[in-house]
């Protein structure tokens, strides 16, 4: 088990309690993350020591990690199947997967698919070399994953109320009149004057709360990538797209935006280097990205 100590959704008694009710059905070995990268690195030796499951305790960027440190050698019958128990602030791809959103119910869960072997063979999203299990996003959305992390790294904890500040903050400081993002498609559609784009693997893109924002309601782990591409900036536009994409009905318009969806892969080109974001976890900005979609590329013990 691959246990973030920094986790926002769980103390370090729970953390405890939590591996030792797993220990009590396998043998568990229980390590800490200490930086970043450690979860990858730590998920990468267990998957070539041939460990049958690896367990992320954390949030989702401590899962991507994980993912990433499976797949090193890329797919092959020797990855270990995945275990979640998900303790973070959003935890985005555990309720995405209908996982709990409660460590402890989602420890008894894990364990009783445990038990019985259960297993589910999801597909995975790759931007550039960089594995994605739920979303990734270019240019405004990353500038805001930018903004909590300086903060984090200031000591402030990840809150809901954190990311709402700091998404005021860089949507007035984003230039909302020059695009700069440009899509291109398979088929050779291309999408010029983007000013942000998602890339979804899963649905929901993540929560507000409780309120999940579905940009691509109906992408999931058995299809291809979608993608949500913000041709429009205004304040009303963008607060009346995310309310009717909030909710058990989300509704799509296409004034705003290019949807698309069911995609093998797709290119993001940028004019200038834009903030790049994976299931939350800052990358380098780049002007440049291949995304791809590639079918059961992992199990996940559910």
């Given at each position: 088990m691959v246990t973030n100590p920094h986790a926002t959704g769980t103390s370090a008694r729970e953390r405890d309690v939590l591996a030792h009710a797993l220990a009590s059905e396998a043998t568990l070995e229980i390590v800490e993350t200490a930086n970043r990268g450690h979860a990858a690195a730590l998920a990468c030796r267990a998957m070539r020591d041939g460990t049958d499951v690896v367990v992320a305790l954390g949030g989702d960027g401590t899962i991507n990690e994980v993912i990433n440190g499976l797949l090193?050698?890329?797919i092959h019958d020797g990855v270990p199947a995945?275990?979640?128990?998900?303790?973070?602030?959003?935890?985005?791809?555990a309720?995405?997967?209908?996982l709990p959103n409660d460590p402890i119910e989602a420890t008894g869960l894990l364990l009783?698919?445990?038990?019985t072997g259960s297993r589910r063979a999801i597909s995975l999203g790759l931007a550039d070399e960089r594995w994605f299990?739920?979303?990734?996003?270019?240019?405004?959305?990353?500038?805001?994953?930018?903004?909590?992390?300086?903060?984090?790294?200031?000591?402030?904890?990840s809150t809901h109320g954190l990311y709402a500040r700091v998404g005021v903050r860089e949507y007035l400081r984003t230039d909302r009149r020059?695009?700069?993002?440009?899509?291109?498609?398979?088929?050779?559609?291309t999408y010029d004057h983007v000013h942000f784009v998602i890339v979804a693997n899963a649905d929901p893109w993540t929560f507000v709360g409780n309120r999940p924002l579905h940009p691509t309601p109906g992408v999931n782990f058995d299809s291809g990538l979608a993608i949500y591409a913000r041709r429009r900036m205004s304040a009303p536009g963008l607060l009346f797209s995310m309310a009717r994409m909030s909710g058990d009905r989300p509704r799509i318009g296409r004034r705003g935006a290019y949807v698309g969806y069911d995609l093998d892969?797709?290119?993001?080109?940028?004019?200038?280097?834009?903030?790049?974001?994976?299931?939350?976890?800052?990358?380098?900005?780049?002007?440049?990205l291949v995304f791809r979609s590639v079918p059961q590329a992992i199990h996940v013990v559910v």
């Amino acid at each position: 088990m691959v246990t973030n100590p920094h986790a926002t959704g769980t103390s370090a008694r729970e953390r405890d309690v939590l591996a030792h009710a797993l220990a009590s059905e396998a043998t568990l070995e229980i390590v800490e993350t200490a930086n970043r990268g450690h979860a990858a690195a730590l998920a990468c030796r267990a998957m070539r020591d041939g460990t049958d499951v690896v367990v992320a305790l954390g949030g989702d960027g401590t899962i991507n990690e994980v993912i990433n440190g499976l797949l090193t050698d890329g797919i092959h019958d020797g990855v270990p199947a995945l275990g979640i128990v998900p303790a973070g602030s959003t935890n985005v791809l555990a309720r995405a997967l209908g996982l709990p959103n409660d460590p402890i119910e989602a420890t008894g869960l894990l364990l009783e698919a445990l038990r019985t072997g259960s297993r589910r063979a999801i597909s995975l999203g790759l931007a550039d070399e960089r594995w994605f299990a739920f979303a990734a996003g270019v240019g405004f959305d990353a500038a805001i994953v930018a903004g909590v992390e300086r903060h984090r790294r200031r000591g402030k904890r990840s809150t809901h109320g954190l990311y709402a500040r700091v998404g005021v903050r860089e949507y007035l400081r984003t230039d909302r009149r020059d695009a700069k993002v440009h899509v291109e498609l398979p088929d050779g559609t291309t999408y010029d004057h983007v000013h942000f784009v998602i890339v979804a693997n899963a649905d929901p893109w993540t929560f507000v709360g409780n309120r999940p924002l579905h940009p691509t309601p109906g992408v999931n782990f058995d299809s291809g990538l979608a993608i949500y591409a913000r041709r429009r900036m205004s304040a009303p536009g963008l607060l009346f797209s995310m309310a009717r994409m909030s909710g058990d009905r989300p509704r799509i318009g296409r004034r705003g935006a290019y949807v698309g969806y069911d995609l093998d892969g797709l290119t993001v080109r940028a004019d200038e280097p834009m903030p790049v974001q994976v299931d939350g976890d800052l990358l380098e900005p780049r002007e440049k990205l291949v995304f791809r979609s590639v079918p059961q590329a992992i199990h996940v013990v559910v």
